[in-house]
Each structure stands twice: as structure tokens, then as C-alpha cells.
């Protein structure tokens, strides 16, 4: 049997995405002009789906710390850093991050997916179980995966849910690891931490919560949920990207645990890839340190986001979370609606994200949105403007009524 | 029809949108078209109602009705 025969439906549903004249999944970026600008199709677009939170790709010391280290440590590091040894700028940049998150050791992956694969990996083993929340991202998914622990996966959001499951797997030998993320990346919601910290008294498991889209947004440091909530005594294990508010490549993970130096030779994803690029590090040095000194930029994407998520409650749209994030959802009726739609809205110069089961939790088609303190208030009031008349006024108001 | 493979077929209907006729013998991924997804949360149901865990990483080597009853059926013994 032909091995990719099994592809086939992935083949013919993106047929049918092609016959509406849309190719959902093929956007090229032409050029880019700025944080939110880019040419797409030949039209300036204004970006609403590139999670570039802090709006710091275009930062003017981060590109120029990036030319230096491409001078001073060349274009890569051609190979692991277990093998080829770390350039300085890996230990500082894990250095500074530990500082940064209040932690005492932290070490850097060469992206946010391994970092997930590497945490996962190297705490759990096949004696032990994790519980992920059903929602977890697809990186949580696969780094369980490979860590051979025992999985066992509880409702979103649902703390008396991981309760009632650990209470089932009472007396099992092991350990036993409970993953949460800060902002859940489809639909923008939050963990509600304090509620898992109580079943965390009550049962007693390491805790790690991954900050991929909270980093840099959230709490008065901008550590995340668990800055923003004042938990992160009780939060052992922190996972994070330089993908999103840092601009740049990478992942990272954090904890105080006293073995936790020792993970780095114990995590497949860490040992046997190449080290993050030295531009791509020195970017991620300049870029920790204006979210330290530039607290406003934080301000200033809470402000869009909340511009955002009111104009698009103003028009009565059907959006994926209460609560004001950088991520705004819109739900869709239907996958051929969302991608006529999300077509519609890239045609008149707004690029947002299309996201469809099994990608999305609920079988939901969405329409989403990430904010950026690059953002102007226009660019704001152009994407609602727009929605307006793509979505409301068209299917996505069918959705709300329904 | 066993009483656990009724059951489980019962908990499968709501999942059930092409109308396939449920037996012992259901491939619950390919026969019903649902994702890897829905079928976790199918298994979630499954679980709540049997009060039982049933580990993902079983769920590769459980394909049909008749795979996933001998599952409920093993975990319930050990409780």
C-alpha cells in the first residue's frame, strides 16, 4: 500500500478550499514593511494574525543587535550545544531570562515547539502521568507523546475535572505532571490558576504552565498569567517562545527545582538539534530587555486588544472568549463561510488567521485576530470597520443569531 | 451485543453525523469521519460515564467498539 495514500482527504478537502479560489494555507508575505505592515497579492495588508504581540520585529536595536552577532559569531552554530559547545550569547540569553522571570535556571531551545517536546520529555518518563488540559497545544501534545508517561487529559479549564481524574489515579506509583497554558492560543481564554493551586494542595503534582502567548503580555513584569495573578510561588515549571512578544526564534523553559541544569542532558529535543542562530539569539537579548524597560508597550496592546474585542462585541459578533486578549476570535458557521470570509477580509487588506478543526477546540471555525501594540487605533478601527462588513453582515451574524 | 459495547454505542450516537449503523465491529475514526480530536472526546465521555481512565496512549491500538469495550471492560475489573 502507497504510504501517502492515507493522505488523501487532507488532499482533497484542500481541493476544495482551491475551487473557491482561496488558498487559506499558501499566503506569502512579498515584502515586509513594518510589525503590522506587509505586501500580500501585491496589496499593502495590515497584519491581524501574526501574534507579534510587542510589535518588536522592526525594533531598531534588536536589528542592530542582531548585525553584530551575525559578525561576531557568524551565521549559525552548526550543531548542538552538547556537541559544538554554547556561543557566549546562549548563556547569557538564559541568564538574562532567568532574571527576567524570577527563576533560577533557565535554558533555551532553538524553538517554542521543542521547548514544549524538551520540557515535557525530559520531566515526565513512562512511570509517570501527565494531565494536560483538553485544549493543550498540539506541542503539549507531542512532547507528551514523547515522553512515554501515561496521558491523561481533562476538560478545558476545568479544575474539579482534573480533581475528579487525579482522585482515579490515586495510589499509582510515579509522578505526576498537570500542564496548563496562560492564554489558550485559538480562542484567547485563560487558565483560571488559582483553582488548579487548590487541587495542587489537595493531590499534590509538579505544575507547569506555558506562557507561549502570555509572555510579555500579561502581569505587571509581563512574566505571564502567573505574574498576573501573583501564583508564581506555585507554579514549579514556566515554557515560553521568542516567536511571539520576544520578535525572534527559540523557546525556553524555567523552574528553581536544584536538578533542573541536569534536563539539558536529558531532553532529545535540546541534545540533538542545532542551537539557536546568533542573530536570532541577539535578538532575543535586545528584545527581553526593552519589554523590561518599555512597560507602556504592555499598556498599549491591552488598549488595542480592548478596542478590539469592544468593536467587534459592538457589532454583535459571536467571539470565542468574555474576556479582553490580544487573541480575538470570531466564530463561523461553517468551514466554506470562514474561508470565504477570511478571503473576503485578506482581498480588502486585512491578513487574520483561519483556524479549523481539528485545529480548534469544539469543532469551531474561527476567524482569528491578534492584536500587537504596533497596532494604531486606525488600524484597529479599519479591522472592525472591515468585519463589519465581511462577517457581520454576512454569515458570521447567522452564527450569533442561530 | 454485550451490555458495554451498548453503552459505548449510546455514548457514540451524539458523535455519530454520517448516520453509520453502530456494532462491536464500528471503526470509530474512519467509519464515523471524526478527527483525533472528537474521538479523544468521545473517549472523555466514555470515561465519565464508566467512571473508569482510560489513558491516551491506548488509543492508537483501539479502533473499533469492540477494541474500546474490552478497554472499559479491563479498567473496571481493576477498580
Not at chain 1, 96 to 122: D, P, W
Not at chain 1, 225 to 235: R, T
Request: aromatic share 6%; net charge negative; with cysteine.
Amino acid at each position: 500500500m502507497d504510504l501517502l495514500e492515507k493522505h488523501r482527504g487532507i488532499a482533497e478537502r484542500h481541493a476544495r478550499m482551491l475551487a473557491m479560489g482561496v488558498n487559506a494555507v499558501g499566503v506569502t508575505n512579498e515584502q515586509m514593511i513594518s510589525p503590522t505592515r506587509a505586501i500580500i497579492d501585491g496589496r499593502e495588508t495590515i497584519l491581524a494574525g501574526t501574534n507579534n504581540y510587542m510589535g518588536i520585529t522592526f525594533d531598531a536595536d534588536c536589528i542592530a543587535a542582531g548585525k553584530q552577532a551575525l559578525e561576531d559569531f557568524g551565521t549559525g552554530t552548526t550543531g548542538s550545544r552538547i556537541a559544538n559547545g554554547s556561543f557566549a550569547l546562549h548563556t547569557q540569553l538564559e541568564r538574562e531570562f532567568a532574571q527576567f522571570l524570577n527563576r533560577k535556571h533557565c535554558i533555551v531551545f532553538t524553538t517554542g515547539y521543542q521547548a514544549n517536546l524538551g520540557m515535557m520529555s525530559g520531566l515526565a518518563g513512562p512511570r509517570d502521568t501527565i494531565y494536560l488540559d483538553a485544549d493543550s497545544h498540539s506541542s503539549i501534545y507531542d512532547g507528551c507523546t514523547l515522553s512515554g508517561a501515561k496521558l491523561v487529559r481533562f476538560r478545558h479549564n476545568d479544575a474539579a475535572d482534573l480533581d475528579k481524574r487525579l482522585t482515579r489515579g490515586e495510589g499509582e506509583e510515579g509522578g505526576k505532571l498537570v500542564v496548563l497554558e496562560g492564554i489558550y492560543s485559538m480562542l484567547g481564554d485563560r487558565a483560571p490558576l488559582s483553582d488548579f493551586i487548590e487541587v495542587k494542595k489537595k493531590h499534590g503534582f509538579q505544575l507547569l504552565v506555558d506562557e507561549a502567548h502570555s509572555f510579555g503580555v500579561l502581569g505587571d513584569h509581563g512574566r505571564g498569567l502567573a505574574d498576573e495573578a501573583g501564583l508564581e510561588d506555585d507554579i514549579d515549571f514556566v515554557v515560553g517562545t521568542f516567536s511571539k512578544s520576544v520578535g525572534a526564534i527559540g523557546g525556553f523553559g524555567a523552574g528553581n527545582h536544584p536538578l533542573f541544569e541536569y534536563l539539558r542532558y536529558a531532553m532529545r529535543p535540546y541534545m540533538f538539534t542545532a542551537s539557536s542562530s546568533p542573530a536570532s539569539v541577539a535578538t532575543s537579548l535586545a528584545a527581553i530587555r526593552k519589554l523590561a524597560a518599555e512597560p507602556q508597550r504592555r499598556q498599549r496592546l491591552r488598549e488595542n486588544s480592548a478596542r478590539l474585542f469592544d468593536g467587534f462585541r459592538a457589532l454583535g459578533l459571536d467571539m470565542g472568549c468574555g474576556q479582553v486578549s490580544p487573541v480575538i476570535a470570531v466564530k463561523c458557521p461553517d468551514e466554506p463561510s470562514t474561508i470565504a470570509m477570511w478571503n473576503a477580509l485578506l482581498k480588502s487588506g486585512v491578513y487574520v488567521n483561519i483556524a479549523l478543526p481539528p485545529g480548534t477546540p469544539n469543532k469551531l471555525c474561527l476567524l482569528r485576530c491578534s492584536v500587537s501594540a504596533a497596532h494604531s487605533d486606525a488600524d484597529i478601527d479599519r479591522i472592525i470597520e472591515l468585519f463589519g462588513s465581511v462577517v457581520a453582515q454576512g454569515h458570521g451574524k447567522q452564527a450569533v443569531n442561530a | 451485543m454485550t451490555d458495554t459495547v451498548a453503552q459505548i454505542c449510546t455514548l457514540l450516537a451524539p458523535f455519530n453525523s454520517n448516520g453509520t449503523v453502530l456494532s462491536a465491529s464500528t471503526d470509530i475514526s474512519s467509519d464515523l469521519n471524526i478527527d483525533s480530536v472528537t474521538v479523544m472526546d468521545f473517549v472523555m465521555e466514555v470515561e465519565d460515564h464508566f467512571d473508569i481512565e482510560i489513558p491516551l496512549n491506548i488509543l492508537s491500538e483501539t479502533r473499533t467498539v469492540a477494541d474500546l469495550a474490552r478497554v472499559v471492560e479491563a479498567r473496571r475489573k481493576k477498580e
